[in-house]
């Protein structure tokens, strides 16, 4: 073991919690003359990327039921919060205990109904509650503000549409939004040019998320499980091509479609 090694060794017992434990290697991997390479290179934007990763990792797992992966990616998540109040301190910022000071007092003010005098008997008066608390908090001024630019599209657009719809932009049912969502398909098959095309996809896709979000659907979640629906199907029908000695990729259509209607029998 190197000189360098053996500074960089602590026993569990040597910290307090486990939290303590967690940002003494963060600080160790970023040590200017010591710490490891790759890690001293980073800073807030190239971290971004694996931070984005990790949350969907985190969905996944709970997606699969799979309680162990699911620690596993916490872990891996936590420690990208790690990464960012450490580079923080460094530059004498905030630091993980301002972090978490601020949401455990985020969230003592969101919730008066637990620990102050306010009432709430369901989840919807909580959300009420919520936003009412959020608004007072906030310095925004438009009825859009607020919302993360660098959410996946599906996502910001139900968002910024409850946004909308909170200062009664929206339509009185969800039959009006259905009514435009076919009025849009109309127009997207209509359109000649690429770039009109796609123009009217985005319209078509984002009076879809209004419409899905006025019947309560998420349409972010949606997508998610039939994409993981048809990797399951997809990956079935060649498993079945492996089974029989077929290659796939020399199957005609009918003969694929054929195999995808074995996989939804199943």
Same mark, same amino acid.
């Given at each position: ?25 963060? %600080? ?13 290179? $980073? =800073? ?21 039921? =799979?309680? =162990?992966? +699911? ?5 891996? +998540? ?12 460094? &530059? /004498?910022? !905030? /630091? ?60 910001? %657009? &139900?968002?910024? &549409? ?15 939004? !259905? ?6 398909? +109309? @127009? ?5 040019? $690429? ?8 319209? +078509?896709? !984002? ?13 972010? @979640? ?12 997809? @990956?079935?029908?060649? %498993?079945?091509?492996?089974?029989? /000695?077929? =290659? ?14 074995? $996989?939804?029998?199943?």
């Amino acid at each position: 073991m190197s000189k360098i090694q053996k500074i960089f060794i602590k026993a569990d017992n040597d910290f307090p919690h486990m939290i303590e434990k967690l940002k003494w290697v963060m %600080a160790c991997l970023r040590d200017p003359v010591k710490g490891c390479p790759w890690d001293q290179e $980073q =800073d807030f934007k190239s971290i971004v990327k694996y931070t984005i990763e990790e949350v969907y990792e985190v969905a996944d797992a709970i997606e699969e039921g =799979d309680m =162990d992966s +699911l620690k596993d990616e916490l872990g891996d +998540l936590l420690l990208q919060v790690i990464y960012y109040t450490q580079m923080s301190a460094e &530059q /004498n910022g !905030f /630091n993980f205990d301002d972090v978490t000071k601020g949401v455990a007092d985020k969230m003592i003010s969101r919730h008066p109904h637990v620990f102050g005098d306010t009432d709430a008997i369901s989840a919807e008066d909580v959300t009420k509650i919520w936003e009412e608390q959020k608004d007072k908090e906030s310095s925004h001024k438009g009825a859009l503000d607020g919302v993360t630019k660098g959410l996946p599209a599906l996502l910001r %657009a &139900q968002k910024l &549409q409850k946004k909308a719809a909170k200062v009664g932009y929206e339509w009185p049912s969800s039959e009006g939004a !259905f009514a435009k969502l076919e009025e849009e398909i +109309l @127009e997207f098959k209509e359109a000649t040019t $690429q770039e009109h095309r796609e123009e009217e996809l985005g319209d +078509l896709l !984002f009076c879809l998320v209004n419409y899905a979000r006025m019947e309560g659907l998420d349409t972010e @979640e949606a997508l998610r499980k039939a994409n993981k629906k048809f990797i399951k199907r997809f @990956e079935g029908m060649e %498993a079945d091509c492996n089974t029989d /000695n077929v =290659d796939f990729s020399s199957l005609s259509l009918d003969e694929m479609l054929s195999l995808w209607e074995r $996989q939804k029998s199943k």
